[in-house]
């Protein structure tokens, strides 16, 4: 891992929840459901960073790093319908799906049918 997260990603999230929590406590306009969404949020996009750091479970990590953002957006104020979120999380879904075809290999090689014998060699 990066040395920004070094071996404590979780130790980062509980900083950004205490900075979000001590800048509402300072002024900051935030509702206790934005705090909620914020950390959400962050917690998706650290999840994301590991998961590409870590080789592991990327795909997962990049459709619920997106969706975090998605409701992070909606929380402030983006006037999506459930139905456009869906839309939206069905093209990254299907983008994902195609970069994850070009990186995925089989574990064993594809069967060939076996040959059939050409009519030269039966003479």
Do not use: C
Request: glycine share 6%.
């Amino acid at each position: 891992m990066p040395k920004l997260f070094g071996r404590e990603p979780a130790l980062w999230l509980g900083l950004v929840a205490i900075v979000v929590k001590t800048l509402t406590a300072f002024g900051l306009n935030v509702t206790s459901d934005q705090q909620a969404t914020i950390n959400a949020a962050a917690a998706a996009l650290v999840g994301l960073a590991v998961a590409v750091i870590a080789h592991d479970g990327v795909s997962a990590a990049l459709l619920g790093a997106v969706q975090a953002v998605i409701a992070l957006a909606v929380g402030y104020g983006l006037h999506w319908s459930a139905d456009q979120q869906a839309v939206v999380m069905s093209l990254v879904a299907a983008a994902v799906a195609m970069w994850t075809r070009t990186q995925v290999t089989a574990p064993v090689p594809a069967v060939l049918p076996p040959a059939t014998p050409s009519t030269a060699s039966r003479e």
